[in-house]
């Protein structure tokens, strides 16, 4: 039997540890450090020209699911899968009907116009087409897949929602599972998510405390019971959110834009696009890589405050890592929690903080972060588009747009990508409280507590009278 072409390693080159993909790993055993899936690449038949998984595409094959996928059809940029054997991987793959990844970036006159970049050289990337209406389908189906090789049996989550929508929909799909579970902090999930766990029959745990304790809760699990966590400190999900930068390569008939602009939470989207464009770049199949931007809300400002207040690099992995868990007290000392309406990445400890780091390197990358009055505003505006609604999490990058314009830091004429992670209807609580200012005085409450004070492209109802002339008045008709 020929080697395996993938395996597991350490992201620190002091330590480089490497492992087997069979193993069930969420860090280093010899050092703790967060591990990549890296790849013999001389013995993968890597296509010479990106344009060929464009062409499965065209074959309108759709009997097979794999090159329907928008993650799978790329299945050698991500060879831990057997895709050598043409039936082997077909019964690897644990897929949504291939449904997942359907998404290409498109231009949006509105957002563009907001930014100030020229309308035909911004584009947005709505994740939100996914299957459970978020991108983390696109790690899904790859760690569910990993799950299956390694016969998981018992899986879990921690999450703040679009994690625990995803996984329940393929926990529930899945077929090999015996148990699978939940973690969600007290309070702190949106309705539109939570709906989704509870409907696709996963059990849910709600403990007493927020995100990073119930991430604290499931990697323990993982390390004392052997569940096979499914969250982005699990290399092979991050093997899956690659393909979202391949989408947007394919969308712009393969050229490079000059920026790639995501929010920042956990940051598996940072850690797993920077992956992506490096190794494009090392394999020779782009000649240049985008500049990423991270963009944290600022309640939740955890890498900003590392990056250009602390000053942190990855430093090709001689990272100062004190400094970081000197933060990390001081943190704690001060009882500060994360808190923004964008709940999404309402998180303070990102589990994948070093892998961000190391992006930034690798990309000459720049972090921003911008209020959640910012936040709304920019959400009230994409969905002024007409097609492509936002929860408030993946606004913060079309604010992130905005406020580096302004800077100077992206130019009117780059050609600038922004990553919209998740649906509209993931929290409507969020659009009636913006639009709808007196409805409910409850979300008007919580909205003075995230200090938004102003609605400024606020489409509020008209209520009137059940009288022809008053409704003709207020028609202006």
Wanted: charged share 25%; with cysteine; aromatic share 10%.
């Amino acid at each position: 039997m020929s080697e395996p072409v993938a395996f597991q390693k350490c992201i620190m080159p002091a330590c480089g540890a490497t492992y087997s993909i069979g193993e069930v790993l969420t860090s280093c055993k010899r050092c703790g450090g967060l591990l990549d899936v890296v790849y013999d690449w001389g013995r993968v038949n890597v296509p010479k020209d990106l344009r060929f998984f464009s062409s499965r595409i065209l074959v309108g094959n759709y009997s097979n699911i794999a090159d329907v996928s928008g993650v799978w059809r790329f299945r050698e940029l991500l060879p831990f899968i057997s895709y050598h054997d043409p039936y082997l991987y077909l019964k690897e793959i644990v897929s949504l009907d291939g449904m997942e990844g359907w998404t290409k970036p498109v231009h949006v006159s509105s957002a563009a116009d907001f930014t100030g970049v020229n309308r035909e050289s911004f584009y947005v990337q709505f994740e939100g087409q996914n299957p459970t209406g978020s991108f983390k389908d696109n790690g899904m189906t790859a760690a569910f897949t990993h799950a299956q090789m390694v016969g998981a049996r018992i899986a879990a989550c921690a999450s703040t929602g679009n994690t625990s929508a995803s996984f329940a929909a393929y926990a529930a799909n899945s077929g090999f599972l015996e148990k699978a579970f939940i973690f969600i902090g007290a309070g702190r999930i949106a309705y539109g998510k939570l709906s989704q766990s509870l409907e696709f029959g996963v059990k849910t745990i709600q403990i007493e405390g927020d995100f990073d304790d119930a991430m604290s809760r499931v990697r323990e699990l993982g390390r004392d019971k052997g569940v096979y966590l499914v969250n982005s400190v699990n290399p092979f999900r991050l093997e899956g959110q690659k393909t979202i930068m391949y989408r947007i390569l394919e969308g712009l008939n393969w050229r490079v834009p000059d920026w790639v602009v995501c929010p920042g939470g956990n940051l598996g989207n940072t850690s797993a696009f920077g992956k992506a464009f490096e190794e494009l770049f090392e394999l020779g199949l782009i000649n240049k890589k985008p500049r990423l931007v991270v963009v944290n809300a600022d309640g939740a400002d955890t890498l900003y405050r590392i990056y250009n207040e602390k000053k942190i690099r990855w430093n090709k992995g001689k990272v100062d890592l004190k400094i970081i868990e000197d933060f990390y007290a001081e943190m704690e000392k001060e009882g500060r929690k994360a808190h923004t309406i964008a709940s999404a990445i309402e998180i303070n400890k990102p589990v994948n903080l070093l892998k961000a780091l190391r992006a930034l390197e690798w990309t000459d990358g720049v972090v921003e972060k911008v209020s959640d009055q910012e936040i709304l505003d920019a959400k009230a505006v994409i969905g002024k588009s007409g097609m492509f609604g936002c929860e408030p999490a993946s606004a913060t990058s079309v604010a992130g747009v905005k406020k580096l314009v302004e800077k100077g830091v992206i130019k009117t004429k780059d050609i600038v990508v922004a990553v919209l992670t998740g649906s509209q209807l993931k929290d409507p609580d969020a659009i009636v409280g913006y639009h709808a200012e007196g409805l409910n005085s409850a979300l008007d409450e919580k909205f003075k507590s995230y200090g938004i004070i102003s609605r400024r492209f606020q489409n509020k109802p008209v209520r009137v009278k059940n009288d022809l002339n008053e409704i003709i008045a207020v028609m202006g008709i």
